[in-house]
């Protein structure tokens, strides 16, 4: 009987030395900590402490008679009692939730607002996820042209090319007159110079492998392509950053 009440004691949260100390001291009513240990065959100085989180729990009281405290249980109901205070107190603190949320949040707004916002692709099929993304980051918000950088050495070429994720969005855009301005980074082994076209059709014979890099620049994010072993793209949304890529291509002429 001791063992299957001290289990369910446990069940509410007392350890099992505080579940033994609390079923002795319901048998036998009011006693010393002596007492208690040598009953429960536990050191006298940690069934004191033990004594004392009880207390704290209100599981048990204490009185004192003769400069001596005696531990005891003042209502078999206690565990009841218990559970009823904690249910007030987490009912309390489910009506004030939402208000802590809404304070955090504003603290979550204060602390991010001008920092960039960051989005990895890299499951299956990121590739088409990002021009779709994309795709839908122009129509929103009504672009009429966009700025891509690609990377175009003999260290990037390979038979990957751009597939049909590219011709599927470059078709899309085509149809809305959207148009791309594209910068080349062109060389043999590594970039030697940097020319900018409007030439869509160029972009498609592009290398998609072997560290190839595609940068698509909007008003105020940036999309990346990086093409490696473990190809993935990224979005980043900062004005400050697009906006410097912005300044920086604008630099470069047109391709005659």
């Given at each position: 009987m001791k063992e299957n009440i001290s289990s369910l004691l446990e069940e509410f949260g007392l350890t099992k030395i505080q579940a033994d100390i609390f079923v002795f001291l319901y048998k036998?009513?009011?006693?010393?900590?002596?007492?208690?240990?040598?009953?429960v065959w536990w050191e006298r100085t940690n069934i004191y402490k033990t004594l004392k989180r009880l207390l704290a729990k209100w599981i048990i009281s204490e009185i004192t008679k003769?400069?001596?405290k005696y531990f005891f249980i003042a209502d078999k109901h206690v565990i009841w009692n218990?559970?009823?205070?904690?249910?007030?107190?987490?009912?309390?603190k489910r009506e004030k939730i939402d208000i802590l949320e809404s304070h955090l949040q504003e603290l979550e707004d204060e602390s991010y607002w001008d920092r960039p916002k960051i989005t990895f692709f890299e499951w299956t099929d990121w590739l088409g996820q990002l021009y779709k993304n994309m795709y839908r980051e122009i129509k929103d918000n009504k672009y009429i042209q966009i700025k891509m950088f690609a990377s175009n050495t003999l260290e990037n070429k390979s038979n990957l090319k751009f597939t049909d994720n590219w011709e599927s969005f470059i078709n899309k855009?085509?149809?809305?007159?959207?148009?791309?301005?594209a910068y080349l980074g062109n060389g043999m082994m590594l970039l030697e110079n940097i020319t900018k076209t409007y030439n869509i059709d160029i972009i498609k014979d592009l290398p998609a492998q072997n560290s190839a890099i595609n940068t698509f620049i909007f008003w105020d994010f940036v999309y990346i392509i990086i093409f490696k072993q473990t190809s993935f793209g990224i979005k980043i949304e900062n004005e400050e950053f697009a906006w410097m890529?912005?300044?920086l291509l604008e630099k470069i002429e047109l391709k005659k």
């Open positions: 036998y009513w009011a006693k010393t900590a002596s007492t208690v240990a040598q009953a003769s400069w001596v218990k559970i009823k205070e904690e249910y007030r107190e987490l009912k309390r855009l085509k149809k809305e007159n959207i148009s791309i301005e890529l912005h300044f």
